[in-house]
C-alpha cells in the first residue's frame, strides 16, 4: 500500500532554518511528482512548494519563494523541504504528498513546525 511519511518538524526561532524530509513507499511505486502543503491554525490547507521527479523543475507558492527550497536525491527517496527565514506565519502542520504516476495522490499525516517569536 502507498504510504508517505513527513519527519524533521519541531520548534524553530522566527529567522531560523529547518529541513524536513519525505518518503514515499513502496519504493517501486512510480511517482510523477511530491509536493508540501501546510495548514496553519484555523486556516485551510494551502500549497507550499512540488517538484517533479523527472524533470526535477520545481514551482513554489509566491509567500515562501527565495526562502524555502524543495529537492530530492536524484530519482530516489526521500524529498527534502528546507526552510529559511521562517516566520511565525510559517506556524503550521506541513504536509507531504506524492502523486503517482497513475493512481491518486498519496498524503502523509504531517509534520508540526512551530516558528518562535
Known amino acids: 500500500q502507498e504510504q508517505v511519511v513527513e519527519s524533521g518538524g519541531g520548534l524553530v526561532e522566527a529567522g531560523g532554518s529547518l529541513r524536513l524530509s519525505c518518503v514515499a513507499s513502496?519504493?517501486?511505486?512510480?511517482?510523477?511528482?511530491m509536493a508540501w502543503s501546510r495548514q496553519a491554525p484555523g486556516k485551510e490547507r494551502g500549497f507550499v512548494a512540488r517538484i517533479n521527479w523527472i524533470s526535477g523543475s520545481t514551482n513554489y507558492a509566491d509567500d515562501v519563494k527565495g526562502r524555502f527550497t524543495i529537492s530530492k536525491n536524484n530519482a530516489k527517496n526521500p524529498v527534502f523541504l528546507d526552510m529559511k527565514s521562517q516566520t511565525p506565519p510559517g506556524t503550521a502542520v506541513y504536509y507531504c504528498?506524492?502523486?503517482?504516476?497513475?493512481?491518486?495522490?498519496?498524503w502523509g499525516e504531517g509534520t508540526q513546525v512551530t516558528v518562535s517569536s
Open positions: 513502496p519504493r517501486s511505486l512510480s511517482i510523477a511528482d
Open positions: 504528498s506524492a502523486r503517482p504516476v497513475f493512481g491518486r495522490e498519496v
